[in-house]
């Protein structure tokens, strides 16, 4: 996905089109060179896309089949996360790619962590991008009571519990 940016900065500017947005998930792990792993798309917690950039990344993907990427691979999935981010996360925002046309920045990183084990709760499928985001034994007790905080089933917690004791362990936290 990293090339994948790239080669979208370098589409933008010859089509003299700037984009910033702040990024989460995969896309920014890899970016940030926390994974190696691959994603499908680029998730954008914001701005919402304007419509250029939406039809500049179609037209880039139709461009570029060598690429493989799914018609919205650049997307606000993630956008309704904004409204439950704590307080100030804007202001712990850090860069993570500035090229000729694309400003992305991501999360702060306990902020970032957060969004992760919150999703690794919820879908077991982000178990390992959460253990490379190697978060201390305070980082986890620091996020477990916003985590908690994100669902009201009443075994929502248990399973916080039970997830962060797996990522404790394989951690190797005492």
Not at 34 to 43: E, G, L, M
Not at 63 to 77: E, I, S, T, Y
Not at 97 to 108: D, E, P, R
Not at 158 to 164: A, E, G, I, N, T
């Amino acid at each position: 996905m990293k090339e994948v940016i790239i080669q979208f900065d370098e589409f933008l500017f010859n089509k003299g089109l700037r984009f910033e947005a702040t990024i989460i998930g995969g896309a920014a792990l890899i970016v940030m060179n926390i994974v190696t792993r691959v994603t499908q798309d680029v998730d954008c917690l914001d701005p919402d896309i304007p419509e250029e950039i939406i039809r500049a990344s179609q037209d880039f993907a139709k461009a570029n089949p060598h690429l493989f990427l799914v018609k919205n691979w650049l997307n606000n999935g993630p956008i309704d996360l904004k409204r439950d981010l704590p307080d100030g996360w804007k202001l712990r925002l850090q860069d993570i790619f500035k090229g000729k046309a694309i400003h992305f920045q991501t999360l702060g990183r306990i902020d970032l962590l957060k969004s992760k084990l919150f999703a690794c709760a919820d879908r077991d499928l982000d178990f390992s991008d959460c253990v490379k985001l190697n978060p201390s034994k305070e980082e986890l007790l620091e996020a477990t009571p916003w985590v908690k905080n994100q669902d009201a089933n009443p075994l929502w917690e248990k399973r916080v519990d039970l997830v962060f004791k797996k990522i404790s362990e394989a951690l190797k936290h005492e």
